[in-house]
């Protein structure tokens, strides 16, 4: 079997704690790789505790042993605790209510419109979760802006000028709902509308950001199923449970629910149980609109890692 890609999110959160520089102290530099303190080979998996960021350089000498596990593991530990002793709790972006606003304005023909909310956690433990959702604010705009880009020189080849200059801009607006926030967990569930100029219509997605706080880490799907898991059987138990609530076209079900990560990526954790999304054309038709399905975390706990969800479902009141 192939080695998985990294999850953007446990990538991200990574960065963001070694602050986007190599986490070997007074080393410094701003290239970076992923490493796994214990060994991919060994682990097989992509566990947030995990990772850290090295540059080529350390990352070469990690792995030639020079800088050892237990020193690595020491490393980790340091940049955590010097996150919330350090982090002044400033951002670049303004403040908006009880939130925070990445917003970019392009009069260029045709132009666009960028305007991202995130929420402004403001406890020390809570605020990685804060700066990690700033950074895929950030991740979105620049794909965004490339976006824009290639449609500019496409319209300055192909088409009359006189025409790009009538088309409304191109809109990126995110907005978002705290699902879960305790001492334990933070869940935010993502609005997305695109438009990009020249489009029939706009189009609306579902994102979701899921962290445990204490240890800090973030919890994608993968994290959810677990390495020592099947995610044919985490995808037949959802397909089950699926039918049971709906008849959905077999076929339909059976490529919307398919045991790939990807299709059940959208989930929001809550107090009692996990809220699963699946998008428009995914298990139903457009007109049904996103389809969804409650687990209670005991449900679960027979298809994914039950170490995880017993962490879930621990929270103070």
């Given at each position: 079997?192939?080695?998985?890609?990294?999850?953007?999110?446990?990538?991200?959160?990574?960065?963001?704690?070694?602050?986007?520089?190599?986490?070997?102290?007074?080393?410094?530099?701003?290239?970076?790789?992923?490493?796994?303190?214990?060994?991919?080979?060994?682990?097989?998996?992509?566990?947030?505790?995990?990772?850290?960021?090295?540059?080529?350089?350390?990352?070469?000498?990690?792995?030639?042993?020079?800088?050892?596990?237990?020193?690595?593991?020491?490393?980790?530990?340091?940049?955590?605790?010097?996150?919330?002793?350090?982090?002044?709790?400033?951002?670049?972006?303004?403040?908006?209510?009880?939130?925070?606003?990445?917003?970019?304005?392009?009069?260029?023909?045709?132009?666009?419109?960028?305007?991202?909310?995130?929420?402004?956690?403001?406890?020390?433990?809570?605020?990685?979760?804060?700066?990690?959702?700033?950074?895929?604010?950030?991740?979105?705009?620049?794909?965004?802006?490339?976006?824009?880009?290639?449609?500019?020189?496409?319209?300055?080849?192909?088409?009359?000028?006189?025409?790009?200059?009538?088309?409304?801009?191109?809109?990126?607006?995110?907005?978002?709902?705290?699902?879960?926030?305790?001492?334990?967990?933070?869940?935010?569930?993502?609005?997305?509308?695109?438009?990009?100029?020249?489009?029939?219509?706009?189009?609306?997605?579902?994102?979701?950001?899921?962290?445990?706080?204490?240890?800090?880490?973030?919890?994608?799907?993968?994290?959810?199923?677990?390495?020592?898991?099947?995610?044919?059987?985490?995808?037949?138990?959802?397909?089950?449970?699926?039918?049971?609530?709906?008849?959905?076209?077999?076929?339909?079900?059976?490529?919307?629910?398919?045991?790939?990560?990807?299709?059940?990526?959208?989930?929001?954790?809550?107090?009692?149980?996990?809220?699963?999304?699946?998008?428009?054309?995914?298990?139903?038709?457009?007109?049904?609109?996103?389809?969804?399905?409650?687990?209670?975390?005991?449900?679960?706990?027979?298809?994914?890692?039950?170490?995880?969800?017993?962490e879930l479902e621990a929270y103070d009141l």
């Amino acid at each position: 079997m192939s080695r998985p890609t990294i999850p953007a999110e446990i990538k991200r959160a990574v960065l963001v704690e070694a602050g986007h520089r190599c986490a070997i102290p007074r080393c410094g530099q701003t290239e970076l790789d992923i490493h796994h303190i214990i060994p991919w080979e060994t682990c097989q998996a992509h566990e947030y505790q995990n990772l850290i960021a090295l540059c080529p350089i350390c990352h070469r000498r990690a792995h030639n042993g020079e800088i050892d596990r237990k020193s690595l593991q020491q490393y980790k530990e340091n940049l955590a605790t010097k996150f919330y002793k350090n982090d002044s709790g400033s951002f670049e972006a303004e403040v908006v209510e009880i939130r925070r606003r990445l917003a970019e304005e392009n009069d260029e023909i045709p132009g666009y419109t960028f305007q991202f909310d995130f929420p402004d956690f403001q406890t020390a433990v809570e605020r990685i979760a804060s700066r990690n959702i700033e950074a895929w604010g950030y991740e979105l705009l620049t794909e965004f802006r490339e976006m824009q880009d290639d449609y500019v020189d496409y319209e300055r080849d192909e088409s009359d000028p006189e025409i790009g200059g009538r088309l409304p801009k191109s809109t990126l607006v995110g907005t978002y709902d705290v699902l879960r926030r305790d001492p334990k967990i933070i869940s935010v569930r993502y609005n997305i509308f695109r438009y990009y100029t020249g489009a029939a219509h706009g189009g609306r997605t579902t994102r979701v950001q899921n962290f445990i706080i204490r240890p800090f880490r973030p919890i994608t799907i993968e994290t959810l199923v677990g390495a020592k898991n099947s995610l044919t059987n985490f995808a037949d138990f959802i397909r089950q449970r699926l039918s049971m609530e709906k008849q959905y076209d077999p076929d339909w079900l059976a490529t919307g629910t398919a045991p790939e990560f990807v299709n059940f990526s959208i989930f929001n954790i809550e107090r009692y149980c996990i809220l699963f999304t699946f998008s428009e054309y995914q298990i139903d038709c457009f007109a049904a609109g996103e389809q969804h399905l409650r687990l209670s975390f005991h449900e679960l706990k027979s298809v994914c890692d039950s170490d995880v969800i017993n962490e879930l479902e621990a929270y103070d009141l």
